[in-house]
């Protein structure tokens, strides 16, 4: 069964400041999503990394994939208010038109 | 539609109702999914259909729970016998095969 773990799962952090979050999966994938949530909202699609190595990136957000390890990162760049909200990451079986797991998320609160 | 379309969005229910929820996908979109997500928590995976493939269950939670789709359109998620562990967000989202999900703004169910 695929299980996706996020942590850490609340992070508080100054502006100004670079910080990652980490996403780990428990069973061979070829498709890893990053969403967004905002308090109250959906979900926003940031990053769809779909190879061993990619790394994608928009605006101070940074994310990269390393399938051998089952593990995702999204890195943040001097961090703004503006990014504070719910990070998920999701997971989808490998070859398989499959469903995708998400991750519990990672509450983001960006301190001016 | 321009985009997932989830109705109604907000709805209000006595304990033993039964409800039904329905999700307008994206045209041409294969993949359906339903997740729920419980206050401050994260996605729980319901049902995933894919084209004329049967569709995965395994994440409904008890037999009061069933959802159907018709061909590659809409779905309906329906609760039988609502109880107040069902008050949640339950969101609908769509995607092409294996690419990102789109999602509706969900529908706030409150199980009174």
């Known amino acids: 069964e695929l299980k996706v773990e996020q942590n850490p799962l609340f992070l508080s952090m100054q502006e100004g400041k670079n910080y990652t979050i980490y996403c780990n999966y428990s069973?061979?994938?070829?498709?890893l999503y990053w969403y967004r949530q905002d308090p109250g909202k959906s979900l926003e699609s940031l990053f769809v990394l779909l190879s061993n190595g990619a790394v994608k990136q928009e605006g101070r957000l940074m994310a990269s994939l390393d399938t051998k390890a089952r593990l995702s990162t999204l890195h943040i760049t001097a961090a703004v208010h503006d990014l504070s909200a719910t990070y998920f990451c999701?997971?989808?079986?490998?070859?398989?038109?499959?469903?995708?797991?998400f991750g519990k998320g990672t509450r983001l609160h960006i301190l001016p | 539609g321009a985009g997932v379309s989830q109705s109604p969005s907000n709805k209000v229910t006595e304990k033993g109702k039964d409800v039904e929820l329905r999700c307008d996908p994206i045209?041409?979109?294969?993949?359906l999914y339903w997740y729920r997500q419980r206050l401050g928590q994260g996605l729980e995976f319901l049902i995933y259909f894919q084209g004329n493939s049967a569709p995965d269950k395994s994440g409904l939670p008890s037999d009061r729970f069933s959802a159907e789709r018709t061909g590659e359109s809409v779905s309906t998620l329906t609760i039988q016998r609502t109880q107040q562990e069902d008050s949640a967000v339950y969101l609908c989202?769509?995607?092409?095969?294996?690419?990102?999900?789109?999602f509706g703004s969900g529908t706030q169910l409150s199980v009174l």
């Open positions: 069973t061979t994938s070829d498709r």
């Open positions: 045209s041409g979109h294969t993949a």
């Open positions: 989202a769509s995607s092409f095969i294996n690419e990102k999900l789109f």
């Open positions: 999701a997971v989808g079986l490998m070859n398989r038109d499959d469903k995708i797991i």
